[in-house]
């Protein structure tokens, strides 16, 4: 469950021929969460892309426990650590929300019916486990995919805008969630427009800044 | 492993047993393009016999090829398929259970619809064991090719058109091969030669195409 020392080593991304960011460094040791801030389009998203392995890096490398998450073992060890939970939140309309998250899950590990049934009380869903996602609001979709922090045991979360269209207390219980996980020992990277910083365990990563 | 293996089955069924009008479109489209043949070149059994193969053959190329474009299309637009690359499981193992769901609802139905309609063109009744088994070994080729252009063209608006040009040149060896054997069949001909031809193209498909469908999913994705 405890997670390891995330290097990032002189990291560059390009799109379109468009450099978003480069020589970006930083470490994240376990038991912090790392907000990535930034105005729109300065690569938030790339970077939590990056390192979530759905896009190729430029120039540079990232290293979990001492290895490449680009290559190998390192990368077989990476993808069985982390949870990534991008802007769509890939909740499928035709099926609800517990055959959702059965499937989402099994992903990584599957989980049991009961489980699921208790994550998804916690993101306040409960009485919708068997109706179908076409029929909950964006808020709510975004509660399903958000239930898999509660149910899976991986110790790195990548988080890119978790809190996107979730009320005021949804978003507290959620925090008080992402604060707990680090508190256990766990690595947090997500991108937000909600100040977090008063937090002890959060640092920032402003990316305007070209670090 | 074989947790995760049925767990898809089971999701790839549900989302298609609740839009059942995705599987009907292409056996319908079937349907009405062989049907439609007799109506336009007349009900001459000799013309239609010498016609059945190529039409029963082409129909159901372009039926597969109709099913095929919206494969990845809903799992890239609502996320899954990012889902999908960062899992710890093979990516190329999940496509082919995933094609290989496709094809059991939309490929198996054509080889069992088949001798109805070749009836229909007056195909004789022993070479019906013929045409079902080449369909039966071709259909695998055609979802499996389909697929990589699929997946190719899954990022691109409006590529269904272009996912007909990449992959229509590829079907041609299992049109000619197919098309071969019933005729042979029905010309009293030996069809084994045919047959083994489309079951190594059968198998080689099914060792091959998932890492390409894997690969054009990744680029697809990383867009």
Not at chain 1, 187 to 193: A, E
Request: proline letters at 6%; aromatic letters at 6%.
């Amino acid at each position: 469950m405890s997670a390891r020392t995330l290097e990032v080593d002189t990291l560059s991304c390009e799109r379109d021929l468009r450099e978003l960011f480069s020589g970006l460094s930083f470490r994240l040791e376990p038991g912090k969460v790392l907000q990535v801030a930034g105005p729109n389009g300065s690569g938030k998203t790339s970077l939590l892309r990056i390192l979530a392995g759905l896009l190729p890096a430029a120039e540079g490398d990232v290293r979990y426990d001492g290895a490449s998450i680009f290559s190998g073992q390192g990368r077989e060890q990476w993808r069985q650590n982390t949870l990534y939970i991008g802007h769509q939140p890939a909740v499928k309309a035709m099926l609800t929300p517990e055959e959702n998250l059965a499937w989402l899950c099994a992903l990584k590990q599957p989980v049991s019916r009961k489980a699921i049934w208790s994550a998804l009380e916690q993101v306040g869903l409960r009485g919708f486990e068997d109706v179908p996602s076409r029929n909950l609001s964006a808020g709510q979709h975004r509660r399903v995919a958000l239930a898999r922090l509660y149910l899976q045991p991986l110790p790195v979360w990548i988080l890119d805008e978790p809190f996107t269209a979730i009320d005021k207390s949804g978003v507290a219980g959620l925090e008080q969630h992402v604060l707990a996980h680090a508190d256990a020992g766990g690595s947090v990277i997500l991108t937000t427009h909600h100040s977090l910083e008063h937090l002890p365990q959060v640092q920032v990563l402003d990316l305007r800044e070209g670090c | 492993m074989r947790q995760v293996i049925w767990l898809l089955f089971r999701r790839e069924w549900l989302l298609a047993w609740r839009r059942p009008g995705d599987l009907l479109n292409p056996l319908v489209f079937f349907a009405i393009v062989i049907s439609l043949f007799p109506l336009a070149v007349g009900p001459e059994p000799g013309m239609l016999q010498i016609m059945a193969p190529g039409v029963v053959w082409v129909a159901a190329l372009l039926a597969t090829l109709l099913s095929l474009d919206g494969m990845f299309r809903s799992d890239y637009e609502d996320g899954s398929l990012e889902q999908w690359v960062v899992s710890p499981h093979p990516l190329s193992m999940m496509v082919l259970v995933k094609v290989l769901h496709h094809w059991l609802l939309s490929g198996l139905p054509l080889v069992l619809l088949a001798p109805l309609f070749a009836l229909m063109l007056a195909l004789p009744l022993n070479v019906l064991p013929v045409l079902c088994l080449s369909l039966l070994l071709g259909t695998p080729v055609l979802s499996l090719l389909g697929a990589v252009g699929a997946a190719l063209t899954v990022g691109l608006k409006g590529g269904g058109v272009l996912l007909a040009l990449l992959i229509l040149p590829l079907y041609i060896p299992v049109l000619v091969l197919g098309t071969g054997a019933v005729e042979a069949a029905t010309q009293g001909l030996p069809v084994a030669g045919y047959l083994l031809w489309m079951g190594c193209l059968s198998m080689l498909a099914i060792s091959l195409a998932p890492l390409g469908i894997a690969a054009g999913l990744r680029i697809g994705v990383s867009e």
